[in-house]
């Protein structure tokens, strides 16, 4: 099977760079916060416009959330767009070995 160039160039660089490892994980987690509120917001049917209307802002700030390179996050707001989407947002931390907690988010 033939890796693509991507996948080589992050391997490669993942391997001999913590500071790459952490900076790569960070951009993961961005993409999946912006990918978060988008299929909140899908799943409820809204457009960004409505979006903003229910909970109080303007419709480039949830454009703004909804943009992967984006990491300005904040528990308030996903707890607002979650709401408004009607949906329930969970917070886990884990530490390993042995914690592991999770909690719901009213």
Known sequence: MKTDRHAKFVEGHSRRSAAYRKTFARTLYQIDLALLVREMRDGAGLTQVELAKRIGTTQSVIA???DAEY???SLSMLERIAAACGV???LRAEKKPDFDREVALV
């Open 64 to 66: 703004r959330l909804e």
């Open 71 to 73: 990491a300005g996050h």
């Open 88 to 90: 329930n947002l969970k």
